[in-house]
């Protein structure tokens, strides 16, 4: 699940960096574009014999974790084995990624709002980076509201297959080899 804002007005904040590598997914693996779903943009299909549903949140990212209830609703559902949760980081430079198997929220409320439906914090998530914010900054949300510049842009795009690689290895082989291949 790409995480970001529903809007024309967001498609190319920093905030929206989840849902720009779900959309790089679904063309990559030639799901078509995601259609209206419940709650959320939905595109769905068959990769390398793995089952997947592609979503977008179309709560906003304060109330993401509401997107997650269909899902949620099926018995085999296990969000340890079954999520990755694709999202923006502050906290990571631009033109870098990292994985993780569980951990906190660190502050984003997209990932506290999934935490809160899930009521745990054991799934995967591919923190995207699009800091640092510059210094002395009142409210962080001017920063991840705000567009990428077009060298920002480019630095993200160049990362699109790198990171679509590593969710292909997550689904293949798990979050602790994905995350022993590609966090540096």
Not at 157 to 169: K, W
Request: aromatic content about 8%; hydrophobic content about 40%.
């Amino acid at each position: 699940m790409g995480l970001g804002n529903p809007g024309p007005e967001y498609v190319e904040t920093r905030h929206n960096a989840g849902f720009r590598l779900a959309d790089h997914l679904a063309a990559r693996w030639r799901f078509g574009a995601l259609r209206r779903g419940d709650r959320a943009r939905v595109a769905e299909g068959t990769w390398n014999d793995h089952s997947i549903r592609l979503l977008e949140p179309q709560t906003y990212m304060n109330r993401s974790g509401a997107a997650l209830a269909p899902l949620r609703a099926l018995p085999e559902f296990d969000p340890s084995r079954d999520l990755l949760i694709m999202v923006d980081d502050v906290a990571l430079p631009l033109g870098r990624f990292r994985l993780r198997g569980a951990g906190s929220a660190g502050g984003h409320n997209g990932l506290k709002s999934v935490e809160g439906s899930l009521q745990r914090q054991d799934y995967a998530r591919l923190r995207i980076g699009v800091g640092p914010p510059p210094e002395g900054l009142d409210d962080l949300a001017d920063f991840v509201l705000a567009r990428f510049s077009g060298e920002e842009r480019e630095t993200l795009d160049g990362l699109m297959d790198p990171m679509a690689e590593a969710v292909e290895c997550w689904l293949d082989e798990g979050i602790e080899r994905a995350m022993s291949r590609f966090n540096k």
